[in-house]
């Protein structure tokens, strides 16, 4: 070896050395943050160990006198007494490191520190130049003295001498300790674990393919013409690589995911690595192709068989690195090869060194770990993985650990003065800055809770789900059932109410009375044995964690009660008035009949909703009274339709003239060309506070406005849930609690509307309805409810609008029976025409 070949030897050694980095980048990017100082100090701890196990038996095995094409006898320790040896030596030793730190990224996240040592012991003193020897033993010499070498057998640069055989390792060894936890759920397909850094990680990669060309372009052990050939054909194989990774995941995926841009890199580097040499330029692309796409079947048949690669290290060196060995056979030019062989007999060969590979690598692997696993746990504890292996590996612990820790103690404590650690001028110690701020509002917030609840004049109590053990109280709770804190604690609520006809202690007739809609008329028991009447309801709370408990207020009513007996006795009195009262009831009702006409005349006819371009519209009202409380009201204007709906509190004379005063204003600010959402509920809020606060009413109402112009709809305002009907009757439900607040409550309210926008296709449309509908109680005491009327609907809307109306309202009255509705029925109907209109000229 002359001095130029060495020096060109010694530079690629150093830009192998440099694919140690590159993967400790790639491996620590593309796992969680929790782990990245663990992968980190795994690369770094295998290539002291490699370059160590190498140097003392590795090279003797891989590269000493051949015992009949065996293993190696001599070299052991090697004493380095030429610059040739040496810089052989160098260079296959960082080959070693290679394939060794390949099982890293594969395991990463749940193996032991010291069980990750043993495995790439294993690989360096053992497998690795084992099979090396069979592969390359006498490649610095004037021939092949290894088995597999003599059969002919070409790896030029170690596909399969490299990185096959870390991959088979890594196999074995993750069959051994499993998958991460929730890595795959027995429910909903496999749970991507997303890395920490990707700019970390594509660094790494980048690495990697500079590394590369030492790897490949030093394997030809001399700076010949050669050499830049070779190099061409490397990065080649690895955009070839890239590119397809990147079409295969943007086709799958509909997204260019950053992992397979990374993989598909890397698996044509890997692939072409056995043949770089004796190939053309077309071909290495070739080889890079299809080595990106068998390293994508790989990764999706690992997932599918559960087996957790944390990196897809085995699909794009196990996967790649078989490819590109049979490549060889395939592309490779015979005379370069020098093998002698026919096609046949040089693919024969090299699936045979690839079975010999996977047989060597993963067998011995599996055996060891297996009964080391026995003895030993290879795995850390399911404790010590969900903290992280950078703290239970290493107590490397980082400002993020510092700041989970705060928050787990305040979690457990429910401590809301405790504040987090804050590090100045870091990203961390903003998160902590933020996150102390959100706990000093919460702290605020939770304070005034606790001064509404000590200070509430009913009595508060909540209490569990199974037991009806209380488990807080108020102190007006206290006060009225004669118990100091200490004893309500732990009681059962049972022992506190009483129902009409009920023994003392039946918890479930106590639960069901309570939970059900309004306040009711119980019994309390106060300690000293006092039977007294109570007001009292219940609600259920539901946690994050679907854990529930029960809300109560009490409310003691014997004062009221002594007053409605009082009342009673005035009753009489009040009877005697009723006479007089006659006359005036027969002028009011004749004042309702006219509000009641004028009302009906106010509602859109047929004609006018017939008259609507785009959509087919229909509607129906019914009031509880002579005059009703409901409104609605759809408003054709030159840029589309507004259909507008809303429920006066209440319902009679004075709830039918709000709602006459809303359909008045809403049409005015039609006229008056004001169509901006927010200032039209603005305005009209307005116009109803002051009308109301004029008339000394209470009066208020929901109101919703839909704005339809050419297949888009903007909802604003709060009512009822927007039921969006689809072509095929699926149907989407709009909360609009968000979009505004009921009108007439205050003067000022602009900051609370908002709205929202929707498109409707053909077909499309929505319905609109009041709780007149949705709380209509039938003989049974149950409500109609909103499932039932979307489920109604779903059924429906393949009918016309007036079918759909008609089939809704006739369910209703089904569900009703012989009872009568305690609430104004309104309901709106409207569908999206299926044929397409002109477009309106501006």
Known sequence: MNVTDTLWILVCSGLVFLMQPGFMCLESGLTRSKNSINVAVKNIADFGISVTLFWAVG??????????????????????DSASVATFFLFQTMFCSTSTTIVSGAVAERMKFISYLVVSSLVSGLIYPVFGGWAWSGINGAQALGWLGRLGFIDFAGSTVVHSVGAWVSLAVLLIVGPRAGRFRYSGGPRKIHGSNMQLAVLGTMLLWFGWLGFNGGSNLALDDKVPEIMVNTIMAGASGMITGAAISWHRRKIPQVEALMNGSLAGLVAITASCYAVTTAEAVIIGVIGAGVMMLVAQLLEDWKIDDAVDAIAVHGGAGIWGTLAVAWFGDPEILGTGLEFREQLGVQVLGIIVAGAWAFSMTYVLLWFINRTISLRVSLAEEKVGLNISEHEAKTEIHDLFQVMNEQAKNQDLSLRVPVEPFTEVGQIAHRYNQVMAALEEAVSKTQAIFNTATDGILTFTSSSLEITKANPSAEKIFGYPFSELMGLSLDRLIVLPEQTIGDRLMVLQQLLKPGRHEVFGLRSNGEIFPLEATAIEAVLHDNHTFYVGTFRDITQRKLTEEALANANQEILALNKQLQAENFRMSTELDVARKLQKILLPTDRDMSEIMELDICAFMEPASEVGGDYYDILPHSRGVKIAIGDVTGHGLESGVLSIMVQTAVRTLLETKQENSQHFLDILNRTIYHNVHRMRSEKNLTFMMLDYDRGSLKVSGQHEELLIVRRDGTIERIDTID????????????????????????????????????????????????????????????????????????????????????????????????????????
């Open 59 to 80: 090279y003797a095995l891989m590269f000493g006198e051949s015992l009949a094409g065996w293993v190696g006898i001599s070299n052991f320790f090697i004493s380095i």
């Open 739 to 842: 979009l505004g607040i009921p009108l007439g409550l205050e003067e000022e309210m602009s900051d609370f509307f908002t709205s929202i926008s929707i498109q409707l296709s053909p077909g499309d449309g929505g319905i609109l309805y009041t709780d007149g509908i949705t709380e209509s109680i039938g003989p049974n005491g149950k409500y109609y409810g909103l499932r039932r009327l979307c489920d109604r609907i779903s059924a429906l809307w393949g009918e016309s609008v007036e079918d759909v109306r008609d089939g809704i309202i006739h369910d209703v009255r089904l569900h009703l029976g012989e009872a009568t509705s305690n609430d104004d029925i309104t309901l709106v109907v409207f569908k999206r025409k299926n044929e397409e209109l002109p477009e309106v000229s501006e």
